[in-house]
């Protein structure tokens, strides 16, 4: 199984930008459909991004041409570019691992293996 790390979160102004990375260990995730997934207070975990073992990317609509996902198979990591920060990007970020076949990439169940999560403050 595949053991995943974030980092990369913090404290940003409004319009700001913050990259994420999600490290992962014990297999290498060129094995896996690999996402991004955020949590609010008080709200339920929602779909960020994902990207497909052949590196196709899908992304939630309120992050469409803010957020980039991309995969280093070479450093076991994938990263999270985010862009254009407002204050309803404030959560606590999660990256996901889904050993399964390329079905829905937004659909949170599918994904096996998770991480601790990062906190992503945006300040207006």
């Known amino acids: 199984q595949v053991q995943l790390v974030e980092s990369g979160g913090g404290l940003v102004q409004a319009g700001g930008s913050l990259r994420l990375s999600c490290a992962a260990s014990g297999r290498t995730v060129s094995n896996y459909i690999m996402g991004w997934f955020r949590q609010a207070p008080g709200k339920e975990r929602e779909f960020v991004a994902a990207?497909?073992?052949?590196?196709?990317?899908y992304y939630a609509d309120s992050v469409k041409g803010r957020f980039t996902i991309s995969r280093v198979n070479a450093k076991n990591t994938v990263y999270l570019q985010m862009n254009s920060l407002n204050v309803e990007d404030t959560a606590v970020y999660y990256c996901?691992?889904?050993?399964?076949?390329?079905?829905?990439?937004?659909?949170?169940?599918?994904?096996?293996?998770w991480g601790q999560g990062t906190q992503v403050t945006v300040s207006s």
């Open positions: 990207n497909s073992r052949s590196g196709s990317t």
């Open positions: 996901a691992a889904d050993s399964g076949v390329l079905r829905n990439p937004s659909e949170l169940s599918r994904y096996d293996y």
